[in-house]
C-alpha cells in the first residue's frame, strides 16, 4: 500500500513569472505541482516553480545519497509550463532518472518540442548534453501510466490491455481538452489507493460546465483548476478562447462533478495578493470548500 499522498505546489502562477512585494504570499512562479505518493515522485508541469524544487531534491540527495527518480507530466508546451525545465538542476547529474510524458503536437512529438526549449544559441545547453537518464514519451487519451513502488512507469491501453490496477500502484489517466490555443492542452487525474487529484490547467470552462472534464473529475479529492479571469476580464477583455477560465466556471465544475475540495490555479499574473484574496472569498460563496493556491501549500489526501 502507499505510505502517504501529499500535493505541494511550487508555481501558480500563469503567462509569466511575478516576484515582487504584491506576490509575496501566494507566490509569483509558473505552473509546477509536486505529488509524493509514498516514495515516488510526480510533477506536474515545469514551470519557474520547478526551480525550487530541484534544489530542495539536491539537498535532499546531499543529505541521504539516495538516487533522484521523477516522473514528469506535461499539460501542453507553453512558455510558461517548460520554464523551469532547462534550469532543473538534478537533469545535469548523471545519477538521476526522468520519465517524462506529455502530448504531441501538430505531428510533433514531446521530446522535440523539449529540445527546442533549449536550442542553443538561446540556452548554453542542449537536451541531449543533459547527463541525467530520461525517458521521454507522448501519451494518448486512451492510454494510462501505472507508477507501481518497485518499477519503472509502465503505459498500458485502456481498452487493449484492461490493466489491472494492484493496491499501492499509482495510476495517471490523461483526458485531451481542445479549448486552449495551440493544440489544446492535457487534464490529468492521478489516483492511488482511493485517493485523487485532478490538474485542470489552462482550461477553459463553457455553458453548463465541461460535461467531459466533469464526469472526469467526478468526486475527485482534490481539484486543480484553471481561473486565471475574473468574470469582468473574461467578459470585458480579449479573453475569450484564450484558453482559460474564471473562479465561476472552476466552482461549477467542482460542484457538478461533486469533488471534495477546489484549489483555484494559473492565477493572472496581474493579480496581487489582495485580488487573490478576494477571488478565494467570492469562489468559497458558492463552492465552500475552496481555496486558492499558494506557493509552497500542501495539501495531504
Known amino acids: 500500500m502507499a505510505d502517504g499522498f ?39 508541469d515545469a514551470g519557474t516553480g520547478l526551480v525550487r ?20 507530466f506535461f499539460s501542453h508546451t507553453h512558455h510558461d509550463h517548460t520554464q523551469g525545465f532547462p534550469f532543473f538542476r538534478p537533469a545535469y547529474l548523471g545519477s538521476c532518472t ?5 502530448p504531441r503536437t501538430f505531428g510533433r512529438d514531446l521530446e ?26 507522448n501519451i494518448e487519451d486512451c492510454e494510462v501510466i501505472l507508477i507501481s513502488p518497485d518499477s519503472q512507469p509502465q503505459i498500458r491501453n485502456v481498452f487493449r ?9 499509482v495510476s495517471v489517466r490523461t483526458l485531451h481538452r481542445t479549448f486552449h490555443p495551440s493544440g489544446g492542452v492535457r487534464v490529468f487525474r492521478v489516483e492511488c489507493d482511493g485517493k485523487s487529484v485532478v490538474y485542470a490547467s489552462d482550461v477553459e470552462g463553457v455553458i453548463g460546465g465541461d460535461t467531459d472534464l466533469i464526469r472526469f ?17 473574461y467578459v470585458q ?17 467542482a ?24 477571488i478565494q472569498a467570492a469562489a468559497r460563496e458558492r463552492f465552500p470548500n475552496t481555496l486558492a493556491a499558494y506557493e509552497g501549500l500542501a495539501i495531504e489526501l
Open 217 to 233: 473529475a467526478s468526486e475527485c479529492d482534490l481539484l486543480i483548476h484553471d481561473a486565471q479571469y475574473t468574470t469582468e476580464e
Open 255 to 278: 460542484h457538478r462533478a461533486k469533488v471534495r475540495q477546489l484549489a483555484l490555479f494559473h492565477h493572472d499574473p496581474r493579480h496581487d495578493d489582495d485580488q487573490l484574496d478576494a
Open 161 to 169: 490491455d484492461r490493466p489491472e490496477i494492484e493496491p499501492g500502484t
Open 98 to 102: 526522468l520519465y517524462v510524458f506529455g
Open 237 to 253: 477583455g480579449p479573453m475569450q478562447g484564450w484558453g482559460h477560465s474564471t473562479p465561476e466556471m472552476a466552482t461549477l465544475v
Open 6 to 44: 501529499v500535493v505541494r505546489f511550487r508555481g501558480v502562477r500563469g503567462s509569466y513569472p511575478t516576484p515582487g512585494p504584491t506576490t509575496l504570499r501566494y507566490g509569483g512562479n509558473t505552473a509546477c505541482v509536486e505529488i509524493r505518493v509514498g516514495d515516488r515522485l510526480i510533477i506536474l
Open 53 to 72: 524544487l530541484g534544489n530542495d531534491l539536491l539537498a535532499q540527495h546531499a543529505r541521504d545519497r539516495r538516487p533522484i527518480v521523477a516522473t514528469m
Open 112 to 137: 522535440d518540442a523539449l529540445a527546442r526549449a533549449m536550442l542553443p544559441p538561446t540556452f548554453p545547453k542542449s537536451l541531449e548534453e543533459l547527463p541525467s537518464f530520461r525517458v521521454i514519451s
